[in-house]
């Protein structure tokens, strides 16, 4: 057998009037062999061969099922439906596994990587591809429409016949464009008759044109007035509208007897020109019809009404789409449009006789119209599919998407005619045969004057009679008849005129209407003639004219004959159109054609020409150049006579480079055989020249179709009509035309490349290349069908001399493609791609080895990386090639080889991956997927055994990947795509054996295949979260950096983009540039849609309010091209969304469920000992499942990767774990072992499992928490189900639960930073949704009414439950018997007697805890717990995660807080919860904690701020410590932090901080420790809290000094001499030093939230008194809506009761308080706050008062004043980690008014006491008994600094104490101690004893104690006048003496109350 068969297809019936040669007129037709040639070109059978074009079956058992992918519980469902039971949620699971897919877990993933493969467009990207064309059966015309005449009505009544014409007329030219078409219509009386059945025709146009228009013209019986007595005038009345019955019935006999017609009416109906109101409208746009739309106007000439009426739906209608047989859409090109009807109400009288170019004059006087209507109906019909410019079969539309989402490529060779033939190739495949053959096809006659080949065979000639110009006026008509000869007058003549009627018999002669007394007469009338196939000289046309009378009254008027005209063919062939005037002779005798005859006969008007007619030859046998009938002519006299070419013949060859392109082209399939037969069959001088002349031909026709300007590599469709259907060596009875054609070509083709001058023909030949190629390439196949066929594929073995021959050509041809590759881009192109085909050609006719041998002559030119250009044309060329038929069967070229072609395809395309240019990489790429979907998809090739061996060929490309995967990595997204989907499917089709042969090889490439694994699953991912909003993951709420991203699951993301925007880039180019074809055709149609309706409407369209139309879509496209696909996948129609998603989920399922399928092969065969198993950390398992389940995963992902975790954790579970330790972990490890001890104190026990593998659980767990927050819970279970699994491997390989902890507390702090943790509760969701409730630990903090009514997300709801379900025990049973997994999986392992007694050995091992003992630390032995699998390690694990998820809900709750009020309080709060609840990570802990630092920074809050530097500080030097990487801090520097900083006292374990040395920890190093200190010294400075910075500054004293750092040293003692110089100025200021102010803030009211009704102490700089808070915090929370009320402060301080505040309202009460020293339980009194000396101490106690009196007012005198004071205690101390902190206790404690006497005297005696001590102190007057005054009590300073001698003394601040004591001693009456007395003593009591002025109120002690205190004042008082008089000058001598006087005179004063007086002072 042969693979390209010879098939012989009989031709379709032709659209339009064609004839073959046997049915014309040609006596001797064997006598002229160039006529049966045109006879063969247009009648003959198609020559077609079978698989040219290749043959591609594909696959239809391809589909997809739908991927559900996890999503986000609070998203729509992605697929299924989900509902509420009781609270719960359920899933309706649409998952339905591939069960087809036996062997492998999912399908194919080229097949989802390119669903819409599509072999034809995928060849079209081919430089100089070549495309099937139907074959041409008919012209190619701009637009085909048909006219149906759908009825006739006469007002006045139908009476008699009425005949009429219709056709297309040009008005501006005033011509006729197409034949006449014939309708008539019958009375319904006339019984035996009925109406024409013809009643539609079918014009065509080349070019729409408003000139265009419908000429309709009406005839009736030619009648007089005066016969009938009826008036012609009877059709235009309008009163009586009707004719009576006596009419009638005159009318109707009339017509009987009346055979000919005269002229009754006429019209034009413009059918293109849309601006004639009330014209047909959008007819001339494609599918444009009216849809219910009316409107009238004027038409034409006329003055008739036309109504619109539309017959057919719109785009938008709704209707349904039309399918042709193989289930694509018809486009709408190819449907054409809905009908429109026509009514025309009437028609133009025509009065007088008139001829065609008089229709339109406007100097024509208008008559009455005709009342005659007429209903007609337009209807655009499609394009022949064979009259276009040549579609490829089995292309895809965007409308031809199947129901399995892939475009339907037809189930047979590309170019099988078979079918479309039998469907009528040039009938679109929506319409059937008849309906579209239906009806009078008109002849066009631009069809003579259109540069195409002839496709029918037609000779006719159209006859138009004008004007008679008789010397009298005569009822004239014209007869016309054919004639072929003279002889004798009374023989018939010819039958060759065609009737009026279709398919009616053919006529002698034919006659035109009667003109009726008119000079001259005039006509209209169109007489068709078929002409003879040889015109003589004697043929000839015959007019007769006759008069009839129509007065006569008798039966039928008998005509008599006036005259007759002659006009010889000859004179009306000469040219398309002509115009002649002849005599007109009154007699006619035999030979009238003859000279002598002539002048004997009688002529009218003495011969002047008074007869003028019209021709119109249309004919496709009669060229109408000489030069071409000369050649015709030379052409049968070589075929008949001589063999020998002669010197006419020759000539006649050359002249056609002369001969018009457009007579070429209509006559080119006859010349191209004619010149073939002498090449085929002349002799070498003959065959030189019909060479020439053929390529000339061909080129000029060539460029006249394509021309180089706009399409150079594009072929002639009228060529490739000739090479595919016409061309036939067997047919004609001629030997093959390859060996001269070959010989012919190769004889010029040497001679230019030696250097002689060729001409220009050789350069048309290399244009022309293809053509002659190809005609090579059939004429051996002809040859070839000859041969007798076996059942094996027959091969033509070439003769050594034409074999030699070619091989010659084809190296001349390689040299031009090298040549012009730089001087001639374009034909070097061009020739590269016709000898590609030509050796793909051959590869189906010619012997293997000869075309290996031509292949290889190709290759050898193109060796390794070639310049771009001549690299194109190598690959190009492979891909030509291998695309053939039995590429896959072809043999090797020596015995080792198993298929040469792919030898050489892949060892090229390799090469061209590391070639420089971007796109030949990218060529290479495109084309090694296309070669590998090709076989996937092809039904062929789905064998197994097929496969297999496909999969073996292409394994050789997989290995040279491994080899230089630096070349792979090079390469872009796309290419990487392309590659690895091809590695997949190749790996997917090997079997075991191979597979281990490879993995054998070598471990470094066996590891390179897994991580190219691992790309693949990134680089087809499917995130449909992502993918719909085009965002990035969320960072951390509230966080400028989240965690540690170093092994996050995010990185993975971070691929390179690709170059170009697309819909998706996880499926193929092709794909995507459908989809784009598909939403901008949509947008198209929308656009015309919109501009029709507009143009009927005469307005705007208006839209749904808010839509936005695809018409603003791509106007927003063109102005940001960045997003102009996104912007079109969303306007995507809704199936082809569908389907895209389809298909992106399908390609990422299968590429992982193909890996998955891969891991478990490797992994058997590591555990059988088949593979190496040294492989660290088992990377080649662990990094796939690292990277697959960081990635999104559909739920037919998890049903075989559950059992197959379990058995790999079962395998290598050990050696999984045991990973390769880290850079840093091995540094340390070689420090400690020059040391000689251990690191970090790890024990044994931590050593089983490697830093390496901390950071693999970290991503596993990480992975599986993340699937745990989502739905279904098909997926969340298993998640679940995989996290419990991988956590008792981990326990029982690290026996370590402490740092498995860290591990999980890490990865979910990961988890968590990309969750949405709170959303706005729906009802949908119910009670599933809890509140987010902020713990009172964390401060209580946050603006509740900021946040607003959040709840916790359905994300961390599943979370939180899948966390509480990982402890229980009873429920894991039943979804391990679920998933297929033994109940062994999660059983509690015993430990043997070995084990224990390691373990023993182990809890020997001595760590040290860091305990609070006063300033001692101890280190104490702790046993050591069991760290094994066991249900209690993990319900204690599920306890700290779930710690954790309410730290961080409660975080988020805060931080939404944040959206509506700036309260940067809840901003540091929550960096506070966070950092308590990841207190066991020292690495989170140091993160969070800086978070905060930064936020008190912000708020200029710099002893906050310093504290958690310092806190930082400690935890690093704490880890440093642990470490034994520096020793320089021991624990009293320790010590010293957290005197400073309380709250950061954390007990931290040894590996808490050994955990961390995978994740980061780059700040537990010294010059982090360094950084805090130096941090915390510069934040205590900014607070002026100078003691504190001194303290952080000697901290780094001994690290400079181990270091040798000596400048260090000095600047940093430098420092601390400045700070305490800036000490020593705090202390000597004359104002007492505050640190900072404090306030209590009570927050009341719905809005608040959760701080409703609870109490702060907020610690705020000194400077910020109680206005300045009070309006920033009433700024902070007074955020509220327009209709809410503001916020109500507070003014008093008093209690509040919540119930005695209106609901509606929101209230604060804000009042300032002093902190609390201390408070004895003897002394119901706090003492005042002392003056800084050793630092500023730190408060958790507050007090405030608030005076009152027994009556309720606030203020009385003094004997009735109250106080009450209250006592507010915090949770923490102050100032601490955050600058407020929620009061947990108060008491109130109200005070008698002596005990508030008491507290006043008492505060005045100790503030001058206090300052008589400070400025002794300072002057050093207290002298070495005294010491420093602020170790010692005041009191003493002073009595010391008295005893010490009564010198002078020097006071830094005398003025100071001046103002003490005036406003102390000075006689006051009613205030100070004076007013004291009055208030409570008797004034000159009796006795010695003070007495109450009211005893019944006071209590003796009371009183005793009041005047204890008076007494001290006194001697307070006493002691500041001497200390002021020992240190005045002469210049205050006098003031001295005054206050003298004043103490004598207070003391004499109290004296009056208090007896003895003097004496209890002295004694004091």
Known sequence: MSLLEIKYVPRPPTLGQGSNLDSMILPEAEEVPHLRELDFCVNADFVHIENKYGTFICEPHLTFAKQVFPSNPGDPPPGGTYRQNGGEEEYEDPYVGDRSMDEHYGGSTIMAYDPLFNWDSERAAVIGHRLPIRPITSPSVGTRFSVRILGLNVQAGLVEPVCGTMCLYHAERREKASEDFHFQFLPPQWDGESTSPDTRAIFSVDKESAALCLLVQLEKAASEESVNGIKPAVYTRKDPPTLTDKEAARLSEWAQVMPFREPLAWITIPLFDSSVTGGVGGFGAAGGGISGVGSSGSLGGGGGVLGVEGGGGTPGSGTSPVVDSNGMRVPAYELGGPPVQIDIPSLNRAKECYTDDQLLDPKKKSQKPVRVSMHFEVERLPGPAGGGAGGAGGSVTPQSLNSSGRGVNRARSQDSMSSDLDDVAMVPRSLSVSRFLSGFQAIDFTDMVRAEPFTRLVHLLFVYPQQVALPKKLNLFVRTELRMDDLDIQRPSVEAIFPKERNGPMLRTASTQVVQGTRPALFHDEVKIQLPAAVAPSHHLLFTFFHIDLSLRSDRPKPVAVGYAVMPLAAALQAFKGEVNLPISKDLQPRYLQESTKSRLTYWEEGRPIFRVRTRLFSSLLPLSDRLRDFFHQFDRHMLEAPLPREDLLEAINALKTVDVVVLMQFLYPLLNMLLCMIGNGVETLQVAAFRAMINVVSRVQLELAPQSSAPMERSRFLVHFVDFIFDDLGRNQPPVYPGLSNVWRSLARSKSRGFRVGPVYAEALQMAWFVLELVVKSMDLELAQVPQGDEIARLRLEDEVFLCIRQLFECLLAEVHEKADSDPPLAKSLSSSISFFCYDLISVVDPPQVFELVGLFLSQFVGVCPPMQHMFKLHFLRIVCDHDLYIETPGRGPTEKNYLTTVLLKDLFVSLDHEDPSQRSLAARMLAFQVAKHEYDARYQQPELKLYIAQLYMPIVNMILDEVETFNTLGVIQRRQILVVMLTVVRNLDSDTLLKSWKQSDVRTRLFFTLLQQALVLFQHNPQLMAAGSKPRPPSGSKSGPSKAASPDALLAVEPPPIPMFSDRVSLATNDLLDEMARGDAKAMLEREQIIRKVTGGAVSGAKGSVSLRDVLARSRMSPKDAMALLRQNLPPSASTKLLLWESSVAAWCSLQVLEILEKFSDMAADGLVATDYACMDCLTGPLSVMLALPQPMSFWEPFVPAFAEMLRLHGKAMLDGPPSAAATAAAAAAAEAGGDVGGSGGGSSAVGRGGDMLLKDLFGSLLRQMAVRPEFIRKRALLCLLLLLRNALLHMRDVERLRVILTVALSEVLSHMRLLHSPSP??????????????????????????????????????????????????????????????????????????????????????????????????????????????????????????????????????????????????????????????????????????????????????????????????????????????????????????????????????????????????????????????????????????????????????????????????????????????????????KDACYYRVGFYGERFRYIDGREFIYREPRDVRLGDIMEKLKALYDARSPDEEPLQIIQDSRQVDPSALKPNLVYMQITAVEPVVGIGEDRWLGRPLEPPIAGTPTFSCFFFDTPFTPNGKQQGKMEDQWKRRTLLYTQSTLPSLISRQPVVRSEVREYSPIQCAVEIIESRSFALEAEMASQLGDSGAAGAAGGPAGKKDPAAVVAAAMAAGSGPLQLPRLQTLQRLLQGSVALQVNSGVLGVCMAFYQANPQGANPRAKEPEKLQPSELEMLTAAIVRFVVVCKRAVVVHGRAVTEVDRDFQEQLEQSLEDLEKEISAFIPGLRKRASAY
Not at 1507 to 1521: H, K, P, T
């Open 1324 to 1633: 949908a969701l119910g009670p599933t949704s809890r509140s987010s409730s902020v713990s009172s630990s964390a401060g209580g903090g946050g603006s509740g009414a900021a946040a607003g009514d959040l709840v916790e997300s359905v994300e961390v709801e599943k979370l939180r439950l899948s966390l509480e379900e990982l402890g229980t025990e009873d429920k894991w049973f039943q979804l391990l018997d679920e998933c297929g997994l033994p109940s062994i999986c999660l059983e509690i392992v015993v430990e043997d007697e070995g084990e224990e007694e390691e373990e023993e050995e182990e809890e020997e091992d001595e760590e040290e805890e860091w305990e609070e003992g006063g300033s001692v630390l101890v280190g104490r032995r702790r046993k050591k717990e069991r760290d094994r699998w066991t249900w209690a390690n993990v319900e204690e694990t599920q306890d700290m995660l779930l710690t954790v998820v309410d730290a961080a809900s409660q975080h988020e709750q805060l931080m939404e807080g944040l959206k509506t009020s700036n309260d940067k309080y809840a901003i540091v709060e929550s960096y506070y919860i966070l950092a308590q609840a990841y207190g066991h990570v020292p690495d989170l802990y140091i993160m969070w904690m800086l978070h905060l630092c930064d936020a008190h920074q912000e708020m200029n809050q710099w002893a906050e701020a310093a504290q958690c530097a310092v806190s930082v500080a400690g935890i690093v030097i704490r880890g440093l410590q642990i470490a034994s990487q520096e020793l320089v801090w021991d624990e009293e520097h320790l010590e010293v932090l957290w005197s400073i900083c309380p709250l950061a006292r954390h007990q931290w374990r040894a590996r808490a901080f050994s955990s961390q040395s995978e994740f980061g920890a780059s700040s537990l190093t010294v010059e982090g420790a360094v950084k805090h200190l130096q941090m915390a010294s510069n934040f205590f400075y900014k607070a002026e809290l100078f003691h504190f910075c001194a303290e952080m500054l000697a901290l780094l004293l001994p690290l400079f000094r181990v270091r040798h750092d000596y400048k260090q040293l000095t600047k940093t003692h430098n420092k601390i001499a400045s700070i305490y110089e800036n000490v020593e100025q705090q202390e000597t200021s004359p104002i007492p030093f």
